[in-house]
């Protein structure tokens, strides 16, 4: 048998050869003349057995001998029964499709390019019944008073209703809401890096909200609601590739809206 060991442990895919030694050639060894006879004797030895001791998290892995052609036992094939002429059972693993897994990470895929026509494409927006759920649209990224995190909505033929648009100065959505970002919502935001939002427009009522606590609160006036109650599907408007929204089962992506926005956010940035 080969004996050897290796560094690591299971589960670590460290699978480094750190020693081998055939028993055989154990006195053959040319950085080690003068090995003891009784080295090759252990390997011609009928060993039954190993024991360790003391080595506590290790692990040892023996691979047989191959015996040389010439002398290796014949083998007796198996006995063969005829072929069964029933029909192979199918599973019920192998006939039902692997269902999608949510919720998904995707980026907020810019619709205000060309092969977006410009945000008037619906294939690059998110179908979603914005008024009846409790679901909202929830988007990483960096808060602060320069860029606006924009979203445009749409209703069911596809006409925009308006956008949503909000940083760290100010909340706006056009044409029923214009004000600052009240200061609670602003300490709200991550200290670095990317912060979680929710906006939610159940009921006729934005919100948003960040870990699930609503910081901002508007209920439309009658006009507004009825025109933003219209709202079925929603995009994003000129937002980075580092992004991101979470796509849940309820929603019906667009074909362009994919993990890399259809070509236009590469995986491998």
């Not at 029964?81 to 199918?90: C, E, G, V």
């Not at 179908?127 to 009846?132: A, F, N, S, T, W």
């Not at 009240?182 to 912060?195: D, H, I, M, N």
Request: hydrophobic share 35%.
């Amino acid at each position: 048998a080969v004996v050897s060991t290796q560094s690591g442990h299971y589960g670590r895919g460290n699978d480094d050869l750190q020693y081998s030694q055939l028993w055989d050639k154990a006195d053959v060894n040319p950085r080690k003349p003068d090995l003891p006879e009784n080295c090759a004797a252990l390997g011609a030895a009928d060993v039954d057995r190993i024991i360790f001791r003391h080595m506590s998290g290790e692990y040892i892995r023996a691979v047989p001998k191959e015996q040389p052609d010439e002398i290796r036992a014949p083998t007796t094939p198996p006995a063969t029964t005829p072929a069964s002429t029933r029909p192979l059972a199918t599973t019920h693993a192998a006939s039902t499709p692997v269902p999608d897994i949510f919720p998904k990470y995707y980026p907020t895929c810019n619709c205000w390019t060309r092969e977006c026509g410009y945000c008037s494409k619906m294939e690059c927006t998110v179908k979603h019944d914005l008024i009846g759920s409790e679901q909202g649209v929830k988007v990483s990224s960096v808060l602060n008073r320069k860029e606006l995190n924009t979203i445009v909505l749409y209703d069911e033929e596809g006409e925009q209703v308006g956008k949503f648009k909000w940083n760290m100065k100010g909340i706006y959505l056009d044409g029923c809401i214009a004000c600052r970002t009240p200061w609670r919502l602003r300490r709200a935001k991550a200290a670095e890096g990317a912060t979680e939002w929710e906006f939610t427009l159940t009921d006729g009522i934005v919100r948003i909200k960040i870990d699930g606590e609503v910081l901002y609160e508007s209920r439309l006036r009658a006009e507004c609601a009825g025109v933003y109650r219209r709202a079925t599907r929603f995009a994003f408007y000129n937002m980075a590739c580092e992004n991101t929204f979470t796509l849940i089962e309820e929603m019906e992506p667009g074909s362009s809206v994919t993990a890399d926005c259809a070509g236009a956010c590469p995986l491998d940035q």
